[in-house]
């Protein structure tokens, strides 16, 4: 009995000092609202307007877990696992990736962070930080659909994140192809910085990615949705290796008193398909340290010269209210005016508003929510 109680004491300290150095977080987003929209596509495919409760219309709602273990020395053991939901129904955003959002493991210490694993570029810490995105989140889709600043996975990745250097931050990224025979296929790389130092804030950066049978960009969906293209026609573009994707984007943000200001310009380029300049001003202004009144602008316009010579152009006009219950959660109110031209997409891309013979459309937004973060 003495020696079972004394090796139960031994393990309990053991395991007393082993959760003394590793910290693991639970956390997550639960955004869900009742949301309307007019123009869609009805059942006998005409105009229809629709009313529902809508998951994420600012945040995607996620759960996730993140843990850090003292390796001593001031190196780091990390890794972070989160998953995107459906609150209004339950199930995951995307299909059968469980942990879509991100999947890492990695080290930290005085020389910056590396992970491995799926996760986002620089472009998506900027888009969070720095423009309409930190605001009204997924209600500025249809103009960001290509531009990365909502944020795209980058599977089978290594990326490396420096310290803090008075207010700047670089980041590098790459991401395999995993294709046996031909490296370059499905392989995607980027870079950028964000400079963040009292009222100012800066940001820019790279992605480019190239097809490939198991291409680490998870973007190449939204550029065949968007364009309206076929993917055996997308397919046919390039072989392996070529490049599909190419994007820019550059921003700055400035705190003028309860104003924060912003704007951003950003450039994609899909090789012999088409090219889009996405332009951007906002402001988020505190009419009292609960209360934001939010406004922006987003303009859209491309060149899809690979196949018809179209120059569809999108503009979206956004307002909203954010009241902050507590730091944790707030009550908003959102609405949104978009205009297409020229067969412009406006809408959830995935199933956009009906447009007319001319290649016109528009569509209004409307949602009221709760939005609790733990």
Known sequence: MKKSLIALAALGTIAGAAQAQTAVTIYGTVDTGITYSNHNVSANGDNGSKFGVGSGNIDTSRIGFKGVEDLGGGLKALFQLEAGFNSDTGATEQGTTLFNRKSVVGLGGNFGTVLLGR????????????????????????????????????????????????GFKGSVIYGFGEQAGQNSAGQSFGAGGTYDNGPLGLYLGYYQSKFGTNPSDTLVSNIVGLAGVAPEELSALGADGTTVNKTFSLGASYQAGPARLYGNWSRVNVPDLLKQNVFELGVDYALSAPVHLLAAVQHSNMSVDGFDGS??????????MDYYLSKRTDLYTLASYASGRNGGLVGDIASPAVQNADGKSNQTSVAVGIRHKF
């Open 119 to 166: 996760q986002s570029d620089i472009l998506d810490d900027a888009g969070h930080q720095y423009t309409s995105v930190k605001d009204f989140g997924n209600f500025v889709g249809s103009p960001h659909a290509l531009d990365r600043l909502e944020g795209t996975r980058t599977q089978n990745s290594i990326r490396y994140d420096s310290p803090n250097m008075q």
């Open 311 to 320: 120059k569809p152009k999108v503009t979206q006009l956004n307002l909203g």
